[in-house]
Structures are given as structure tokens and as C-alpha cells.
């Protein structure tokens, strides 16, 4: 996946005034998932993200691939029904970066028991045939073999229960490889800055602008798709300055501990913090990871902070579970992800966790909502309604069955284990490759696992442009050490110069402009 590359075709298009079956705004699970979907059957499909791919939310999730047992407590099943089935899909066709993970609710009273191992057992039956493992009760001393770091006052058992865990922006630059495996344009750093217009007033294209050098680029398209998340009705107001608003957007945050908080290979899941919320504490890449919150927020943004508020919350909600309790010093990265929720009729109460498909007066399409587990069947969906809205050739949907880039089967995956290649799948092999130059075999900070030929690796396959690019969602030290991030800028400004063709003051720019970001990833 080269940028040269992609430009290449975005401006042979172009010079032919040929339109793209499709063109997407928007470089996030929504987007991309729409672009493979698209590309898989068979159709022309560009794709511009303003950012990096997973700049936005799909690199700040939870990491969960699930039906979301939250749902179930409120009675959505078909939502959930959904969720479980496209969990199996997810585990099914990228299972170098989908794997199980066993999850324990602790009981502290008499009735949790009972309650919650019932409302497990209907999770399990939802999922049918896509079941990850049947959910069980356990005694005090099973509860404790599995959460050694569990408080143990007043603890009286546990259940057990099994969902997906993953590492979103990975699976996201998977999704993007695989999109551009089977003929699609995707381009990062290319906000669409505005919208073409046939003689009729209906949306036939975007105009984006690659910020990297400044250039223009027109992208003539059948249909276009405004996959951006949090930032829709920016995109909406483009085509109609006067579109009425369909999102609001909430916020989450996640804090990052050594592992050492949560011993053992099993999750812990909180449903009900003491305001009502659910809070996960999740073995991921060798670390604890503690969320989420849920704070309204006026104005979305690439870069969201945290409210003291709610790294007290997490702190204090998880120092009551876990016999160790953390501090703000012991906070290695705090992150933070923006929710797009749709609006039921204005109402702010009535907000849909379920995806939406709207079409414009211009014919824009807008997908926008649901989450990262139910990106393929929210592709499937759109690439349905885009078929149709842009007359464009009936191909059937592919995605149910189709191997994401990398696909390798019993690669040796655990969320506990750190340091493993097995997320680059079959693309493991070429990095071992480039490792064998003993230049690029050094790990680049003792803390984390990555190594030196991870970065040229990203740069010459995964369209990595920045250090953030490689620091952030290539590999995820920004999220699991902010600290360690900051001390590996310098050497991974370096080697991306040197595959970029950049000098020594691009790279400097570069290690300073990180170091500002990495302090915000900082408590
Ligand atoms: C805290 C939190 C935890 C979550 N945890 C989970 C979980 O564990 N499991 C799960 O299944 N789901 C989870 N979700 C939901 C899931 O992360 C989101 O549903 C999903 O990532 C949304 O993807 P998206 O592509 O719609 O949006 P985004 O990822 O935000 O992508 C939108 C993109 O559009 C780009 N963009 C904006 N304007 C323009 C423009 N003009 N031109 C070009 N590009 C533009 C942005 O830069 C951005 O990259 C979580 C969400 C949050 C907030």
C-alpha cells in the first residue's frame, strides 16, 4: 500500500474525467469497511481520510469485538444478535487479530449470581452457532485462580463468560491493505474539502487536498459516501449548509496500567459502576486497560482530552475491584475516543447505539453510528443502498467469507503476550526479513517490544507517513506507554525519513510535534 501508488490512479481518473463507482470520505472502520466491501465485489472505489486511517475513533475503542452485554440489559436484542454474528465473522476472517478472551463478572452480593449468570446464558444462546464458549459460574477460588488481582473482601464467586478482543488501528490498516489488494484507492492525509455538483444540483464527486504537498485532487464519483464519523454533519453541511444535525457526540476514556494490575489472562467486566455505567479492566499488548466513561461533549475533535472527572472515576471504580489499587502515577497512557450517536428525532434521550443510513436531497450518502464490531455488516448495508442510489452494477456482497490481508490461522495470539509479530499475520514473514539487517533488529525502547524494522515495514507497506502514524496506530506505543512513545520519536523519525526521502529538519519537526501530542496521552 504506497501513497505514490494510490495518487497515481486518483489522478489518472481524474485526467480521464472517469468516475469511481464510489468515493468515500472518511478513513475509519465505517469507511475502510465500506471500501473493502465495495473494491471485494468488484467496484471502483476511492477513499480520502483528512488524517491517518484510525486517527479518529476506530484506534481509541475498548478493543472488544462484541455483542455488548450493556445491550442486553436493556433489551435490544437484535442489536446484540447482530453484534454476536459479526463477532464470529470478525474471528472467522482475521483471526491473526481476533481472539477470544474470557471474561469474569465477581459477585459481591447474593443475588449477583443468580442475575448475571442467567443474563450470560442468554448471550450465549443469542450467538447460536457464532458462541465463543459457554459462560459459567464460578466458586470464590475459581474467580481467584483466573483474577489473582481481585479484591477479595466480601467476594463470593463469579461468572465467567467469552467474547473477541482485538487491536483496532491494526485490523483497521489490515482492512485498508485488503481494500487496496482488490483494486481500491485509499489515501490518508486528503481531507475532502468539498463536494462536486452535476447540472441538476446532485453530489457527483469530491474535491480533497493532499495536505502533504498542497496538491488539489478531484475525484468524480457515481456515489459518495460520508463515512466520518463524529464529524458527519460537517461533511452533510457541505452538500446542504442548512442540514438539520444527526450526531452527538459523547466521549470515553481509557487508562493504561502495567500488567501487573490485573495478573492472569482473564478480563474484568464491572456491569454496573456506581453510576450505571459498565467499566472493562483488559489484558491488551502486555498492559491493564481501564474504561470507559461516558461524557457528553459540544464540538468533536481529532484530539480529545480527558476530564479529571473521569480518570478519578476510572481510577476510583477500578481501585475498588482490584486489591492493588492504582494511582495517577501509575497511569502509563490515558486515551480518549469520541462516540457518534445518532439522534432519534432530535431527542437526545432517544440516541441510537445502532447505525443509521441517511441520504441527503443532494444524495449524499451518510452512514454513521453503530460500532467497530458491526463495521462489515454496516459496509454491507451501505454498499447496498450506494448500488442502488448510484445505479450502479447489482454485485453481491462478498465480505461474509472474505480473508482480511494477513489471515493466518493459529498464529499464537494472546492478549497477554507481548511483543509477538503474529498481528502482521502472513506480513510477519517480510518483517523477519528486514530483521535479519541486525540494523533494523533493535528494539527501540526496553519497555515496549517494537522493533526498528516495524517502522520501515510501515513505511513502505502500510502508507505510515509520520511518527505519529507509526507510533500511534502502526504500532500502539503511544496508547500503551506515553512515556516510552516520547523516548522512541527520535529513532523512529530517523528511519522514516530515511524511507520517505525527508532531511534531518523534517525529522526534527517531527520528533517535536510528537512529543506535544504524546504529553496530552499523559496524566
Ligand atoms: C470510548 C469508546 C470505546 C469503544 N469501544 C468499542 C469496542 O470495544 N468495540 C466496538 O465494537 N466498538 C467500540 N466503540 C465504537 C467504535 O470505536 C466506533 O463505532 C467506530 O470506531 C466508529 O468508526 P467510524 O469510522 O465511524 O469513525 P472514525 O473512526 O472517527 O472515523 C471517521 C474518520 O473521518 C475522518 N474525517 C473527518 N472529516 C473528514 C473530511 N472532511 N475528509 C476526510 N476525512 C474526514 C476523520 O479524520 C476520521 O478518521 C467504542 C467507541 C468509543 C468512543
Known sequence: MRKDEMLRKVRERAEKNEPWDIAVIGGGATGVGVAVDAAARGLSVVLVEAHDFGKGTSS?????????????????????????????????????????????????????????GIGLKLYDLLAGKYGFGASKLLTKD?????????????????????DGQFDDARLLIHLAMTAA?????????CPATGLMRDAEGYVNGVIAQDNETGEALTLPAKIVVNATGVFTDSVRQMADPAAETLVVTSQGIHLVFDRSFLKGDTALMVPKTSDGRVLFV????????????????????LEPRPLDEEIEFILDTAGRYLSRPPSREDVLAVYVGLRPLVKGDGKTSALSRDHVLHVDTSG?????????????????????????????????????????????????????????????????????????????????????????????WAARAEMARTVEDVLARRT?????????????????????????????????????EFRTLAKQYMV
Open 142 to 162: 475459581e474467580t481467584l485462580e483466573r483474577l489473582p488481582g481481585l479484591e477479595q473482601e466480601e467476594l463470593r464467586g463469579g461468572v465467567v463468560y467469552y
Open 282 to 301: 483488559i489484558p491488551w499488548h502486555g498492559h491493564a486497560v481501564a474504561g470507559t466513561t461516558d461524557t457528553p461533549v459540544d464540538a468533536p475533535s
Open 181 to 189: 489488494d482488490h483494486g481500491g484507492a485509499l489515501l490518508n492525509y
Open 364 to 456: 449524499l450518502l451518510t452512514i454513521t453510528g453503530g460500532k467497530w464490531t458491526t463495521y462489515r455488516h454496516m459496509a454491507e448495508d451501505c454498499v447496498d443502498h450506494a448500488i442502488t442510489l448510484g445505479k450502479l452494477p447489482d454485485l453481491e456482497c462478498t465480505t461474509k467469507k472474505l480473508k482480511i490481508h494477513g489471515y493466518l490461522k493459529n498464529a499464537e495470539l494472546s492478549g497477554s503476550e507481548e511483543g509477538s509479530l503474529d498481528v502482521y499475520g502472513t506480513d510477519a514473514e517480510a518483517i523477519r526479513e528486514l530483521a535479519k539487517n541486525p540494523g533494523l533488529a533493535v528494539r527501540l525502547h526496553s519497555e515496549l517490544p517494537y522493533i526498528a524494522a516495524e517502522v520501515v
Open 60 to 116: 481509541r475503542s475498548t478493543k472488544l469485538v462484541h455483542g455488548g452485554v450493556r445491550y442486553l440489559e436493556q433489551g435490544n436484542i437484535p442489536l446484540v444478535m447482530s453484534a454476536l454474528k459479526e463477532r464470529g465473522l470478525m474471528r472467522q476472517n482475521a483471526p491473526h487479530l481476533v481472539h477470544d478472551l474470557a471474561f469474569v463478572v465477581p459477585n459481591y452480593s447474593w443475588w449477583e449470581a443468580p442475575f448475571y
Open 476 to 512: 500502539r506505543a503511544l496508547f500503551l506507554n506515553s512515556r516510552a512513545a516520547t523516548a522512541m520519536a527520535e529513532p523512529v523519525a530517523k528511519l522514516l525519513a530515511a524511507e520517505l526521502g525527508h532531511d534531518d529538519e523534517w525529522a526534527a519537526a517531527q520528533v517535536n
